[in-house]
């Protein structure tokens, strides 16, 4: 988005608009809506001519239409079907007439993790919406931030739900957008004391708040952390301990699956076994076709198969601690229960070797053997 920003007078009639279009569709799902938006942008500028379109510049338009859409097609079928079906929102939303009211004012599904303090889903809200207002003086840049926005807020609302590294997407969006009008030099002369103009000046405060705040709380967790010994994850410990001489040739099994993907590098790509999928491999699918309901008795079990597979004891790894009750999400729609009963037989039954805690991330552990 930059690079299409930074050149923006130079390629937007040119091969190279429609190509980085097509590159920004395939970096992501939520990036095919950011290039439609750019290219929008492009095409209103076409469309709102008041003098004869250049000639050739149909032309151009459609051959960038038509490789744009190529970008989102291509993009479309790497992530179709998904083999990551589970990675979806928690609540299944039918598209309705009310769930479309719902998607625009619903703050969780568009500003979670945004790295704000609470309450942070409402002052975020408040800052990005607020921040479009940066295009007051712009019609054509507010529509193309407007939709841009609704765009992502009923993706986020309805098929995926939106971290940091996504919403990040579009405060990124606005700054190219913002770079662009400034290139083109091409806002409205308003007079100072039009509404309009009188905006401008609130949303650039707004954008620059809310990038403001990011910057400080975002940064300040990770610094306070590598000041005080914490580790940024705990991956390699773990691989670590499975490389000593009684643990050598151990099958691994962590819960979640996801979080020992990093220990399959660590330890020369020795697969993990797979709680969800029953299997070994060094990746773990976000799949609805593998167990999304487990309990302690079930690692047990599989730690028994395991053990007389191979003949080896056996490393079981928990992300949560099993000393509270209760039924837990562990990644999307995955979850583990964890009940006395359970917690009894399963500390019966193995010996704890490491608590691999605190961590910067979500890979921390408790370290259990199999047999006791």
Same mark, same amino acid.
């Given at each position: 988005?930059?690079?299409?920003?930074?050149?923006?007078?130079?390629?937007?009639?040119?091969?190279?608009?429609?190509?980085?279009?097509?590159? &920004?569709?395939?970096?992501?799902?939520?990036?095919?809506? %950011? @290039?439609? $938006?750019? *290219?929008? +942008?492009? !095409? =209103?500028?076409?469309?709102?001519?008041?003098?004869?379109?250049?000639?050739?510049?149909?032309?151009?338009?459609?051959?960038?239409?038509?490789?744009?859409?190529?970008?989102?097609?291509?993009?479309?079928?790497?992530?179709?079907?998904?083999?990551?079906?589970?990675?979806?929102?928690?609540?299944?939303?039918?598209?309705?007439?009310?769930?479309?009211?719902?998607?625009?004012?619903?703050?969780?599904?568009?500003?979670?993790?945004?790295?704000?303090?609470?309450?942070?889903?409402?002052?975020?809200?408040?800052?990005?919406?607020?921040? &479009?207002?940066?295009?007051?003086?712009?019609?054509?840049? %507010? @529509?193309? $931030?407007? *939709?841009? +926005?609704? !765009? =992502?807020?009923?993706?986020?609302?309805?098929?995926?739900?939106?971290?940091?590294?996504?919403?990040?997407?579009?405060?990124?969006?606005?700054?190219?957008?913002?770079?662009?009008?400034?290139?083109?030099?091409?806002?409205?002369?308003?007079?100072?004391?039009?509404?309009?103009?009188?905006?401008?000046?609130?949303?650039?405060?707004?954008?620059?708040?809310?990038?403001?705040?990011?910057?400080?709380?975002?940064?300040?967790?990770?610094?306070?952390?590598?000041?005080?010994?914490?580790?940024?994850?705990?991956?390699?410990?773990?691989?670590?301990?499975?490389?000593?001489?009684?643990?050598?040739?151990? @099958?691994?099994?962590?819960?979640?699956?996801?979080?020992?993907?990093?220990?399959?590098?660590?330890?020369?790509?020795?697969?993990?076994?797979?709680?969800?999928?029953?299997?070994?491999?060094?990746?773990?699918?976000?799949?609805?076709?593998?167990?999304?309901?487990?309990?302690?008795?079930?690692?047990?079990?599989?730690?028994?198969?395991?053990?007389?597979?191979?003949?080896?004891?056996?490393?079981?790894?928990?992300?949560?601690?099993?000393?509270?009750?209760?039924?837990?999400?562990?990644?999307?729609?995955?979850?583990?229960?964890?009940?006395?009963?359970?917690?009894?037989?399963?500390?019966?039954?193995?010996?704890?070797?490491?608590?691999?805690?605190? @961590?910067?991330?979500?890979?921390?552990?408790?370290?259990?053997?199999?047999?006791?």
């Amino acid at each position: 988005m930059f690079v299409i920003a930074a050149w923006w007078e130079r390629i937007k009639d040119s091969l190279w608009f429609r190509l980085l279009l097509f590159l &920004l569709c395939n970096t992501n799902v939520p990036a095919v809506i %950011l @290039a439609g $938006a750019l *290219f929008l +942008f492009r !095409a =209103l500028e076409v469309l709102g001519r008041r003098d004869k379109a250049r000639p050739g510049e149909w032309g151009r338009l459609l051959a960038n239409a038509v490789l744009a859409l190529g970008g989102a097609l291509a993009a479309f079928l790497t992530v179709y079907p998904p083999f990551n079906d589970a990675a979806v929102g928690l609540d299944k939303r039918p598209l309705s007439a009310w769930n479309m009211i719902r998607a625009i004012f619903h703050q969780k599904t568009f500003v979670r993790d945004l790295g704000i303090p609470w309450p942070a889903q409402t002052i975020s809200m408040i800052l990005i919406t607020g921040s &479009l207002l940066v295009f007051a003086r712009h019609k054509r840049a %507010l @529509a193309v $931030a407007v *939709f841009a +926005f609704l !765009a =992502l807020k009923f993706f986020f609302f309805f098929i995926y739900m939106a971290y940091l590294r996504h919403v990040a997407l579009f405060l990124v969006f606005l700054l190219a957008l913002a770079w662009i009008v400034r290139t083109e030099c091409g806002e409205e002369f308003l007079p100072l004391g039009h509404w309009r103009a009188r905006a401008v000046p609130i949303g650039k405060w707004m954008l620059i708040i809310l990038l403001g705040v990011q910057v400080v709380t975002l940064i300040r967790k990770p610094i306070v952390d590598a000041l005080q010994g914490v580790p940024y994850s705990r991956s390699a410990e773990l691989a670590a301990l499975m490389a000593r001489p009684e643990f050598r040739g151990s @099958a691994l099994i962590l819960d979640p699956d996801m979080v020992g993907e990093a220990v399959v590098y660590y330890r020369g790509v020795e697969p993990l076994w797979l709680l969800r999928q029953t299997r070994f491999g060094v990746w773990a699918p976000f799949s609805k076709a593998g167990r999304d309901r487990l309990t302690l008795d079930d690692i047990l079990a599989d730690a028994r198969l395991l053990n007389r597979r191979t003949g080896r004891p056996v490393v079981i790894a928990l992300q949560r601690r099993i000393g509270k009750d209760g039924d837990f999400q562990m990644m999307f729609q995955n979850r583990t229960e964890i009940t006395p009963e359970g917690r009894q037989r399963f500390l019966a039954a193995t010996r704890p070797v490491a608590s691999l805690r605190p @961590a910067q991330t979500d890979e921390e552990y408790d370290v259990y053997v199999f047999p006791r």
